[in-house]
């Protein structure tokens, strides 16, 4: 079964095709550059670049598959959750290619498509397995019970921690997205400052990271003369170390015994070596997606679609965008 996915949730148009389960291609255009001057992602221009790209990642696509339209027998499109002006872009067009050739639609929810990312790495993992998804929307801790039962166990109370590394990244003017910028300027300094981990009750799988970015605003006003590597560092440890001991404690309360982390922020490498670590110790394996399958794309959308095809759960052409479709919808 050849399945074609898009994905076009926020601000990268990404196009991938499988074959029962195999990769065979994963093109993603990030209009990174074109937001970064905004310090964010504008809704409108994210839309609008979706619309103007999308045939040709679609094309590309193909030829790197080796493939025509008529090969493909299952088209699959991001559903939600996401902005709605984005989403419309690939959901629309993945309905009018299966309109045009007689085939079946999918619509698929992004969350989902986090998780599932690691399935494309790992093909033996099964569920149930824990899951924390920290991306820029997105802080969960979760159980996927089975391939198309997501449980939550706790969520961020507020910013995501994505958000988080990106307000702070804002605060010590090191650009956006502000992940990458933050992981970039704590190799260069040293852990000095204690910022906050809230919530730390036992039993409590809820974050919360509002306060640490102010509280990261007032010490760059007490100490405008620190070093913004350490700063970076220091706050970089109090995300990772919030996100990295919650999932780990889930884990033992729920006597599961393997993570799989997603989303964009579970390419942090300081994220990775502490999980590593943690592993090592109490012996809960950890997994992580490809960096590149970590942040969005169409790989992770294209395993969603390969599970529901295979049980016949095909959407009709009527299917809409969700921009805050939960996490009860497979
Ligand atoms: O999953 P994603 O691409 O998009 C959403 O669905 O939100 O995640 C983007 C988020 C951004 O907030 C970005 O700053 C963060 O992931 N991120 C990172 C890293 N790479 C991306 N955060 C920490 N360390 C990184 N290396
Ligand atoms: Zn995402």
Redesign the pocket.
């Known amino acids: 079964m050849k399945i074609l996915a898009l994905e076009s ?2 601000d ?1 148009t990404a196009v991938a095709i499988i074959e029962d389960g195999h990769l065979l291609s994963s093109v993603v255009s990030s209009q990174i550059d074109i937001h970064r001057r905004f310090g964010g992602v504008v809704p409108e221009i994210a839309a609008r670049n979706h619309l103007e790209i999308i045939d040709k990642i679609v094309e590309s696509s193909l030829e790197e598959a080796h493939m025509t339209l008529d090969n493909i027998d299952v088209f699959a499109s991001t559903m939600g959750p996401g902005l709605v002006g984005s989403l419309l872009v690939g959901l629309s067009f993945a309905k009018a290619m299966a309109l045009s050739t007689s085939k079946p639609f999918i619509g698929i929810n ?1 969350l989902f498509g ?1 998780v599932y990312a690691n399935f494309l790495k790992y093909p033996f993992l099964r569920p149930p397995f824990m899951v924390l998804l920290v ?4 802080t969960e801790i979760l159980v996927l019970r089975d391939w198309d039962k997501i449980e939550l166990i706790g969520k961020t109370r507020d910013d995501a921690a ?2 988080a ?2 307000k702070i990244a804002r605060l010590l003017e090191l650009g956006y ?4 910028a ?2 970039k300027a704590a190799m260069k300094g040293e852990v000095l400052y204690h910022f906050p981990r809230p919530l730390q009750e036992k039993g409590n799988f809820d974050f919360s990271f509002s306060g640490l970015k102010t509280s990261v605003l007032y010490f760059l006003r007490k100490n405008p003369s620190a070093s913004v590597n350490d700063v970076a560092a220091s706050a970089q440890e109090a995300i990772v170390d919030s996100l990295v001991t919650k999932a780990f404690d889930a884990a033992g309360n729920s006597g599961l015994n393997e993570i799989a982390f997603a ?3 579970a ?3 300081l994220l990775r070596d502490r999980a590593e670590k943690l592993s090592e110790e109490t012996g809960v394996r950890v997994y992580f997606p490809p960096v590149d399958l ?3 794309n169409a790989a992770m959308i294209a395993m969603v679609a390969y599970e529901k095809a295979k049980r016949g759960l095909f959407s009709p052409l009527s299917t809409n965008a969700v921009p805050y479709l939960s996490l009860d919808v497979f």
Do not use: A, K, L
Not at 135 to 138: A, V
Not at 177 to 180: A, F, I, L, Q, T
């Open positions: 949730s926020c990268e992004h986090h991306s820029g929307g997105h994505g958000e590394f990106d997205p502000g992940g990458p933050i992981q989303g964009g922020v390419s942090n490498s970590c942040t969005d």
